[in-house]
């Protein structure tokens, strides 16, 4: 299935702690605290013990080889399952915050409306650590409304437990503590009971514990925590939105909470007030909802704890009124977040266009095709390609070390899938070309073009690009989610479904096309040792060009490794031995390429060009004449033209 962006972090980097390193930071997620990478870590590797019970015959780095590159899905189920489970648990500590403010039928109120509220629904499915933060956060709303009715230590050390373990979700949730501070004092004690201040403690502890490299490893710590701040202000993507105080209240409590919701809670806030349970509730919200709406950084799913205080809210309201219209005014508020709940089930089940078009691109086009995708890199097509293998070795050798991905190769080809490898043209970040470009196209010889449209910034077309490319290609298929019109996203969340409205939205995922502008060229490689081959070169080269030629040399040793016919490993090579003087080598790897690929222009002209370099000039003026009988319109065909014809007009 279609996995949210931020699922990969939550998935694969808790993978590293098979190393026997638990500092998370060296996974470069340290905008998040380790707790959550922690479980779900136990989650995983306790799912392997039960497959090496099942008799499963690989090591533990094989199994997690294989994760990394190749598998995934057992663990998005894990973690999506793990962060249900925390939904479940969320709605039932806001029945019981409901039930310890205003009574058992205002428990129920608040737990069913929990449960149905469609924001809370709709990122119940991923693997985040919002929903955990929520959970945990509301907790602590729990526990510190026992601390109005009970005095014992216990209770206070239980709600500065929690307070860190909310923490240690997601910073965030360290705003918690407001209701325990609140509840210590609504109940008439003072600011030296040693019952605070152990709680405090407490709090403190339990974070260090269950995060412990924020302390050991602090300056990285505070890099990245100081970088979250300045983000919180500064907002996502240079995208300009209003600030939470304004966008959370108008937008995202009315899509979670239904309007005639939002205009309950704030009744249930008005009864709150009068009431000092009530106060430690308003002071849960309060505290999150000025800090978090302080700055420009409005993910939808910022707002899980105060949709669910909201949620708790409405409760003290319906139950304010008397008998029956307390039921019609609670059927009435349910229905605007029921029927949105239930239009998130339906895309849900409905799928998603980048699926369907992965599944036609894999019975439709030849592997090895080299595809120009455009839009944006958050709504592409999910198919195998070089590329993303190539993010896979760098990222597997940035955190486990070369060495073993050397020891871990063949197993990792062995175990690899045997379906269609492609290339995508457009690489992540490049963002002058992501609208689309015809330059780019003609660069890499594109025979086919795949386009994805949607109202989210992440999937943009160039008008004049696409109108350019129906005049010239041949539209292949399409794939559509239904009509959008009048459905509101979450602008800044690279997630294709509405916070609701939803219109007549079939399934989610953005417009794509698929469109053939040349002839198939023979494939450049046809498997996956043939596709890793090529990653490696393409690191290599990367390398090079950063001036670490040691780096480059071994990179593209092990592309010729793995293919010992691998172009563009000879390609890199030769570049390698010209920057390094020993231009008889290069000549050798340039010869090698040619043999494998005779009618690229371009090889022509690089080997042309070292001729010269050689003083060779006629030599090199054949290999020039050579590349513009291959290709006359190659990209530099003017000069070629003019060296080759000047050089003859001579002789």
Sequence with gaps: GIRHPD?????????????GDFNHQHTLTAFYPAFHYYLL????????????????????????????????????????????????????????????????????????CTAVGSIHVR?????????????????????????????????????????????AAKYPGVLSCGAVVVAHFGAGRGICDRRLWLSSVAAVGSFFVATPYTLLDFEVFAGHFSSELDHLQTGHGGQQMDLGWWYYPSVVLPAGLGWLGLVLAAGGAAVAWLDARGRVLLAAFAGYYLVMGAGQLVFVRYALPLLVLGAILVGGAIVRVGRPWCYALLLLGLAEPLYSSVRVVQLHLGGDTRSEARQWMETQLPSGS?????????????????EGLQGRIYHYERLWGRERLDALREFILESGPRGPFYSYAINLGNNRYEPGSAEIVEHFACP?????????????????FAKDLAARGELLVRFTPGDDAGTRYDPIDAYYWPIGPFGALRQSGPEIEIWRVGVDAPARWKDLPQAMAKAYAVLGLAQLEAGELADASALVERALYVDADCSDGFRV???????LGRDREAHDFFKRLIALEPDWAANWVELGNLYRRQGEEDTALRCYARALELDPDYSDAAALRRTVEGDAGED
């Design 7 to 19: 699922e990969f972090f939550l998935v694969y980097c808790p993978l590293y702690f098979s190393t």
């Design 123 to 167: 990122q119940s499915g991923l693997v985040a650590v919002d929903v955990p933060m929520t959970c945990w956060y509301i907790g602590v709303v729990w526990a510190a409304l026992r601390l109005m009715d009970r005095e014992d230590i216990p209770a206070y050390l239980w709600a500065g437990l929690l307070v860190g373990w909310a923490a």
């Design 448 to 464: 086919y073009v795949i386009l994805h449209r949607h109202r989210l910034s992440y999937s943009r077309i160039d008008t004049g």
């Design 370 to 386: 080299i595809c120009c995708n455009f839009g944006g890199w958050a709504g592409d097509v999910p198919v195998w390609t070089v």
């Design 41 to 112: 870590a136990a989650f995983y590797f306790l799912y392997f013990g039960l497959l090496k019970l099942g008799g499963l015959a690989w090591s533990m780095d094989q199994w997690v080889a294989h994760q990394f590159f190749w598998g995934g899905d057992e663990l998005v189920r894990i973690g999506r399952w793990t962060s249900v489970v925390f939904a479940l648990v969320t709605v039932w500590w806001a029945g019981c915050v409901g039930r310890q403010v205003w009574g058992l039928r205002a428990g129920r109120v608040a737990a069913l």
């Design 573 to 579: 090579a030769a570049r390698i031995m010209e920057r």
